[in-house]
């Protein structure tokens, strides 16, 4: 998924699930934020005062990629690809060996439990942006189904193809981008499918690593996908993470988000993004008209915002708002949320993935 979807439905679906606008806003930054976080390291400030922030993404083009690398299973792995243990339950191993327990499945009840984790915790200072960041894992457990976040050949994609009317990739990934795929991009997640499985309104079909033919309908995965988020979301403001009660997305705006997956026909994800906040700007759902935005970087950005700079300088000037900072509070959780799948969560099963 892209950022049409991390910020602009999340932020959607949470305003449905009852959040008002300024922690909505919080929720759908952070879970953005995933996907842009792409240094860590340690802040040294002025005052002699240092923080150190982990990464929640790589560039594809960072060499990490290219190699079995501990960096690669402490990112995609808790951020990205969620292992989903064949969908069996804690203490039960599908057939295949490891490699088969950490391919991502949608809602998996490795997903459930983190979901719950966040509930449980919802009360720490970064309660809202690990909601966010949850809330894109659990999102791309939906998208990245049948993957997995390491280089194995059971990421192979073969002749991929848009099956759905759209024209958009009329003719596939052809012979020429797969061989420039197989050459330069290596089976990691969904590389070799370039970004088919974030479209939202494609339905497409490739052969997988046992040349099986595997149909995908995105539109309809990302709405249960953002039907489930808004149940948990419900659950997070009750409290409750074990609430049978609740429900998804109201009918009528869910028939919007629908729409609205199946018509921005774009490849560009910003372009849909932009479309969405469009959107949203004019009342198009329930909740009525709001101005939001996204800067990831630049002037507006939670980085900038807390150690005045978008860059990585060797100093930082300290200011005491620094502690109480979304930008520091994001870290935090992206932190205590990458602790609890690689220490307790994926562990308990029988998954070793850092």
């Known amino acids: 998924m892209q950022i049409d979807f991390h910020h602009a439905v999340t932020y959607v679906v949470a305003r449905l699930s009852g959040f008002k606008k300024e922690k909505a806003e919080i929720i759908a930054y952070a879970a953005q934020y995933v996907d842009d976080a792409t240094s860590s390291g340690t802040v040294h400030f002025s005052n002699n005062a240092m923080y150190k922030r982990i990464s929640s993404a790589h560039a594809m083009t960072d ?142 079909e490739y052969k997988n690593h046992l040349g099986n033919t595997i149909t995908r309908k995105n539109t309809d995965d990302f709405c249960e996908a953002a039907d489930h988020m808004c149940m948990a979301m419900k659950r997070y403001r009750l409290g409750d993470p074990d609430d049978t009660d609740v429900t998804g997305i109201k009918q009528s705006d869910m028939k919007k988000i629908r729409l609205l997956f199946e018509e921005i026909q774009e490849k560009d994800g910003e372009k849909r993004h932009g479309k969405w906040l469009e959107k949203i700007k004019n009342g198009h759902f329930s909740f009525g008209a709001e101005n939001i935005s996204y800067s990831g970087k630049g002037h507006n950005s939670w980085k900038k915002a807390a150690i005045g700079t978008n860059f990585d300088e060797s100093v930082c000037k300290y200011s005491e708002s620094f502690l109480t900072s979304n930008w520091k509070l994001f870290h935090d959780a992206a932190q205590a949320h990458r602790f609890h799948v690689l220490h307790d969560l994926l562990p308990k099963y029988g998954i070793c993935a850092a």
């Open 63 to 204: 060499p990490n990629n290219f190699k079995k690398s501990i960096k690669n299973h402490m990112v995609w792995l808790p951020f990205h690809f969620l292992p989903g243990n064949n969908d069996f339950e804690a203490g039960t191993n599908p057939n295949g060996g490891f490699i088969n327990k950490i391919v991502c499945s949608k809602n998996s009840p490795i997903a459930k439990e983190m979901v719950r984790q966040a509930i449980i915790e919802k009360d720490k200072p970064f309660g809202l942006h690990r909601l966010g960041i949850t809330m894109h894992v659990y999102a791309d457990t939906w998208a990245h189904q049948k993957f997995a976040g390491v280089l194995h050949d059971i990421n192979e994609v073969e002749d991929a193809v848009e099956v759905s009317d759209t024209g958009v990739f009329s003719g596939g990934l052809g012979s020429w981008w797969r061989d420039f795929l197989d050459d330069t991009i290596p089976p990691l997640g969904h590389g070799r499918a370039n970004i088919f499985p974030d479209m939202p309104f494609l339905t497409w």
